[in-house]
Each structure stands twice: as C-alpha cells, then as structure tokens.
C-alpha cells in the first residue's frame, strides 16, 4: 500500500482505536487524533492502576506520537482487539 491509501485510511477512522504495525517491527495501539499528507498522530493506548470505566479495566490513553505513513506496514482497527 502506498502513502495515499494510508492517509485516506487514517482519514477515515480520525477518532477511533487502531493498531498500527511500523517497519521496525512496533506495534502502535491508540486513538487517531490527527492525520497529515507524512503523518499519523495516535495518542497510545497504556496500562494504568485502578479501575476503569466499561470493558477496558487498568486501560488508559498516555501521550500522543506521531508516525510516518511511509513506516506502516500494517492497521487495523483495535476495536477487533478488545471483544
């Protein structure tokens, strides 16, 4: 896949849960909150103490990290990850 079918697909899933697979063998979990022509800006998904709300118990959102669209190999919506 190239760069313009990434940021069209980033584009489309702004504000969900996705996992993004780079080329230096990461694994990205997070919320998409920003999309550009180079990058994708997930703020990552982290383990925390305490009790959460709903389903994702000692989950929380830590902080947001950019990824060039040119180092993505994979994505998937993490939603598929969690049930």
């Known amino acids: 896949m190239g760069f313009g079918n990434y940021y069209q697909i980033c ?22 909150t920003r999309v550009t022509r180079s990058h994708v800006y997930i703020q990552t998904m982290g383990r925390r103490g305490g009790y959460g709300y709903g389903f994702h ?13 040119g180092a993505i190999t994979g994505f998937a919506l993490a939603s598929l990850f969690f049930w």
């Open 11 to 32: 584009c489309r899933h702004h504000g969900r849960n996705v996992r993004i697979n780079d080329r230096y063998g990461r694994s990205h979990v997070g919320r998409i």
């Open 57 to 69: 118990r000692g989950f929380g959102f830590g902080p947001v990290i950019g990824i060039a669209l």
